[in-house]
């Protein structure tokens, strides 16, 4: 289960001004975990529950189908997903990352958009085992894309951000109660939903 509750305000020293973004209005849910750890379909559901004016960011778009990109040493993938966060939460919406989003790579990406961003932001780790995420993968459409020799060897421990207040939750909790807390402890349950669409006005009529 969580290890700390309540949604946490970011502040690190290192941060400037021109660099801060989002406003105190803003939420920001970063969501890690180990390939077949559930997060995906965490974040959709996270996302889905507040409706419109949340945003979802899901690493492996960005990299693996806008970008194309290997995610070897290098490439703009970090700076990519860094920008549109950003460019998000600057715009007035509550922003759900996820991916593996492996620490030695964009750890520091990560947690410099906790700490610049202005508004209540929250960090989760699914910490599940090994064997579970291949289980887990198996109940997947997609469960053909990779095989678990890939996924061991994408698999990292515990691959925490070591920021403080970071939400780890483990495979005792279940998907809905993943779901409830992770939407809970980031305020995005509590938020007030954005205002309703406005109707499209009636097009010209021929004079």
């Known amino acids: 289960m969580s290890r700390a509750a309540g949604p946490h305000r970011w502040h690190h020293r290192r941060v400037h001004a021109a660099d801060v973004c989002g406003t105190t209005s803003t939420i920001l849910v970063v969501i890690r975990g180990n390939s077949g750890s559930g997060k995906s379909s965490i974040a959709r559901a996270v996302r ?9 960011v899901e690493q492996d778009h960005l990299r693996r189908i806008i970008l194309r990109e290997l ?7 970090p700076d990519f997903i860094d920008n549109t966060v950003r460019y998000l939460l600057d715009n007035g919406y509550h922003v759900v990352l996820e991916g593996i989003l ?7 990406m990560a947690r410099g ?7 209540t932001s929250s960090a989760f780790y699914l910490d599940i ?9 198996g109940t997947r459409p997609q469960v053909t894309d990779f095989t678990p020799e890939q996924m061991r060897g994408w698999y990292r421990e515990r691959d925490v951000l070591g920021v403080d207040g970071e939400h780890v ?11 409830a807390l992770i939407a809970a402890r980031s ?7 954005f205002p309703a669409d406005v109707p499209a006005a009636p097009p010209p009529q021929p004079r």
């Open 102 to 108: 492996h620490e030695r790579k964009y750890g520091d």
């Open 169 to 179: 939750i483990g495979p005792e909790s279940t998907f809905d109660d993943s779901v």
């Open 187 to 193: 305020g995005l349950a509590a938020a007030a939903p």
């Open 129 to 137: 085992p090994f064997d579970e995420t291949v289980r887990r993968h």
């Open 48 to 56: 889905l529950a507040y409706g419109r004016g949340c945003a979802l």
């Open 71 to 77: 995610d070897g040493p290098g490439g703009l993938a």
């Open 113 to 119: 958009l906790l700490a610049s961003h202005r508004g």
